[in-house]
């Protein structure tokens, strides 16, 4: 599979967002003026960023994103999120370490290396949201999900991207394999519906309970939810 064939060949890439994906939030002006070091960025990606993490802008936000590279988007994330934020970038590549203390703190080490993501988390003091925008790897998807997942606060928010990787061999997926990290969505929302069957063995278990799963092209969102069996009642009169 070619995606070259997906890159855009316009040249007001403003345009395209607002005009074509019907985008016209803060995060337009914020890619599309971006000049600072380089960010890419699949244009449906951004109201997405935007539904799902709004409510985090202004606020003291204790955000992880895995995958550095040029530094570009930890920029994008400052100047999205505010100054209080408290934004940390993870990278393998040792050279990301120069942008350490530009817009983000910045550590080096892989996503699939537990007790370096357990650093990383203690020296953030907690989590509120995370970007996986990492090796798009399913087994690294896996270990940073359920290593990370659960140091998420209550309301935190666990976002991944790029996940058409899930159908590509080369990335540890494939159509039909088992490894396809959509076959994990899959079995936690069975895990969420445990309620409801005699399955919950053969669920998968991410450590800490998932309030809801938001499906989008290549890009999928968990939110941490409650570790307590649904009620319902009735009310009113007949
Ligand atoms: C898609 S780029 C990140 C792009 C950046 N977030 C942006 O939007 O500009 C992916 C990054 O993940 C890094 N990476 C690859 N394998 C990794 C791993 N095992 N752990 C952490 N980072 C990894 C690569 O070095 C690369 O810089």
Redesign the pocket.
Known sequence: MNIRKYRFAGEDIRADIRDRIGYDGPLLDIYAAHDGT????WHHYLPLYDRYFARFRGTAVRFL??????G??LEMWRDYFGPDAQITG????PA?AQYDGHAARVRIG???DPAFLARVVDEMGGLDLVLD???HRME?IETSLRTLFPSLAPDGVYAIEDLHTAYWRRYGGGFGNRANFFNTVRSMIDRMHRWYHDHEAQTVDIGAPVGGIHIHDSFVVLDRGLDAPPVHSKIGTA
């Open positions: 380089v960010v890419n960025k994103e895995i995958g550095v590279s040029k570009g988007s993870i990278d393998i590549d990301c892989s996503q699939d925008d990492g090796s690294h």
